[in-house]
Each structure stands twice: as structure tokens, then as C-alpha cells.
């Protein structure tokens, strides 16, 4: 029976191709910390905490600090028995996901090595690739438009657009984006919490007009009833993000009927094991789920999460495009710097499929 017999962490920064701006603030580096749980019969699973501040409340440091923590109370446990490892994850620390997320997605890793088998299969197996979007974030609505004609150029045919900073401004960006990609590619809107209630009703029943797919965090994250207040007033689908970060807050949600669909994103769940509960919970609702990532995410977590989407069938979009904004990986994996809409899995290796 495997045992956990080391977790090594190093901290890591990689430079981005180019700022990304959302109505949260602008990042230009990515902070991230790569995880390596080795076992005592010499299997090593690889896992990733990258923490966004502004989302999270997670620093560099503090993860560094709970990972500290929670390799002292890991050591000597099945890697397996993933339900247990959450469990003393929890007792030890309260939030802390992108931490306990770096801990189980290497511990999945390990489960898919010790299979033998490329980890989707083992989360559900429903299909073997991924479509994922391309995010264009805020700028002029002509350089977002230039943006968005170049990545439907390449053959993404759903573009992600932040917004969020102006409502005024922001009708006009989605309307140049429209005009500049054509009728065919579908338009996600995310606002980043950047409006109020009565704002977010006024943009987006504008931006009706320009079809779109779905309006992403439209105000903040802890004013809930301002966000039913938007849903119940305009036709065009809601989907949560900040709103949602573990299986409680999915639950109280679809019980207050607020939402369409709900972003999960491993680093704010805390892994894969919790993921799949808010899965679970929302397909029972009647709401669909998105799988995204935080800005900053190496080709590892982005790895983690594209097995989770294609594993489950109501994950029903992907945001997975981190990757293709950073300068440089430390590995090499399913997913790379180059921009691509399609994240082929049928030739994945064993567990994440990241070459050591």
C-alpha cells in the first residue's frame, strides 16, 4: 500500500506574453508553486498552487506557509485515499484551496500512475478532448476587437471578453467584437464583479442585441441578492464565479435559484475531489458548469482541469486557455504555450499526462 513519503515544493514566477487587464486589477507575471508528492515505492505525482490575490486572498507566501503545514500532517497517508487526505486538509486550515488543490491534483496524478490510465478516464472517461474559449481582456473596444478577429483567425470559435470597468464602454466593446468576428463565434462576457445590480441590467440587456452565450459575475461576489436581482430581470444566461468556490456556496446558489451556470476553478474549490462534488451538485439542480482557471496556471492545474472537463458531461464549457499567455513551462504536458482551441487527451499518459 503506497504511502505519502515526501512533498517538495518550489515557487516559481513566469513572465506573461502581455498584460491582462479585468475589472479586478492587471497582472504581468504569474506566481505559482509546483508540487512533487513522491511515495514510498518512488511514484511522484505533480500538483500546482497558483494563487491570484484578488480572487483568492492568497499570496505566494501563505500558500508556501500552508503547504509547509499540511505536508507535516500528510506524511505517511495513502495518496489514494482522497476523501482522508481532504479531510485532514480541512481540520488543519480553513480556505487555503490553490494549497490543498497543488496536494490533490498530485495525488490524482499518482492514482492515474498506479492505474496506469490518463486520469479523465478514471474521473468518468465522457469524451477524450476539450474545446476551450480565448479570453480577450480589457482594453479600447478597437484593440479587443483586433484581438478577438486574431484568435477566431487561429480557429477558436468562442471568444471569452472582459469587461466590467465602464458599462457604456463596455456595450461598445462588445459590439465591435461582434462586428469584428461575425455572427457564427460565440461571445462570453465576463464582468469580474465590476457592476452593480442596475447597471449590470441596463449592459446587458444592451448587449443583447450582439448574442451573447452567458454574462459571468455581474456584480459582487457576496451580494447574492443583487445577483438573482439580474438574473430575474434580463433574458441572456448568469453564470457565477466568485460567487462560487466550494460546494456549500454552489448549494446555496441553485437553492436560491441565482444562477444558470457556476465557474469552477480548481484553485478556488481546492481540487478535483471538491470539483466533483459541486458537479454533482449542480447537474442534480439543473444548473450546467464551466471549468476555468486562474490567469496565472501552469500547463499542470490547466492539465488537472482539462481531464475534470472532459471526464463530465455537465461540464459544458471551458475556459482553459492560461497556458497560451506565459512565456515559458517548467514541463512539458497536454497543454503548451501555443494557442490552441482543441486539448486533445487520447494520447495522454498515465495521470496528468506531465513529463517529468
Request: contains cysteine.
Amino acid at each position: 500500500m503506497s504511502k505519502i513519503a515526501k512533498i517538495e515544493f518550489q515557487a516559481q514566477t513566469v513572465a506573461l506574453n502581455s498584460p491582462f487587464t479585468i475589472a479586478l486589477g492587471t497582472i504581468t507575471e504569474a506566481d505559482t508553486i509546483f508540487v512533487k508528492v513522491t511515495t514510498d515505492d518512488g511514484i511522484i505525482g505533480v500538483g500546482e498552487a497558483a494563487p491570484e490575490t484578488f480572487v483568492t486572498g492568497e499570496t505566494l507566501q501563505s500558500c508556501q506557509g500552508a503547504l509547509e503545514l499540511l505536508s507535516e500532517k500528510l506524511i505517511g497517508e495513502n495518496p489514494l485515499h482522497i476523501a482522508k487526505i481532504h479531510a485532514i486538509m480541512n481540520r488543519a486550515m480553513l480556505g487555503n484551496g490553490a494549497a490543498k488543490t497543488a496536494i490533490d491534483i498530485a495525488c490524482y496524478d499518482i492514482m492515474g500512475k498506479i492505474a496506469g490510465l490518463p486520469l479523465y478516464q478514471l474521473l468518468g472517461g465522457y469524451q477524450d478532448h476539450v474545446h476551450t474559449d480565448m479570453t480577450v481582456s480589457i482594453d479600447t473596444p478597437a484593440v479587443m476587437a483586433s484581438e478577438a478577429k486574431k484568435w477566431v483567425d487561429q480557429g477558436f470559435q468562442a471568444i471569452k471578453i472582459k469587461v466590467g470597468v465602464d458599462p457604456v464602454e463596455d456595450i461598445q466593446r462588445i459590439q465591435a467584437i461582434r462586428e469584428a468576428v461575425g455572427p457564427s463565434i460565440k461571445l462570453r462576457v465576463d464582468a469580474n464583479q465590476g457592476w452593480t445590480p442596475k447597471d449590470a441590467i441596463r449592459a446587458i440587456n444592451r448587449m443583447s442585441a450582439y448574442d451573447i452565450e452567458f454574462i459571468e459575475q455581474p456584480v459582487a461576489a457576496k451580494n447574492i441578492d443583487g445577483l438573482k436581482f439580474v438574473r430575474d430581470q434580463v433574458v441572456d444566461k448568469i453564470m457565477s464565479d466568485e460567487s462560487a468556490f466550494i460546494p456549500q456556496d454552489a448549494f446555496m446558489l441553485a437553492k436560491r435559484d441565482c444562477v444558470d451556470y457556476v465557474n469552477i476553478k480548481l484553485m478556488k474549490c481546492g481540487g478535483i475531489y471538491p470539483a466533483l462534488k459541486i458537479i454533482s451538485l449542480c447537474e442534480s439542480a439543473g444548473i450546467g458548469c464551466m471549468i476555468g482557471c486562474m490567469s496565472g496556471e501552469s500547463n499542470i492545474s490547466v492539465a488537472a482541469a482539462t481531464h475534470l472537463a472532459a471526464a463530465q458531461p455537465n461540464i459544458q464549457f471551458a475556459d482553459l486557455d492560461a497556458t497560451f499567455s506565459l512565456k515559458e513551462l517548467a514541463y512539458e504536458g497536454i497543454v503548451g504555450t501555443k494557442a490552441t482551441p482543441m486539448i486533445d487527451l487520447s494520447n495522454s499518459q498515465p495521470g496528468l499526462g506531465i513529463q517529468l
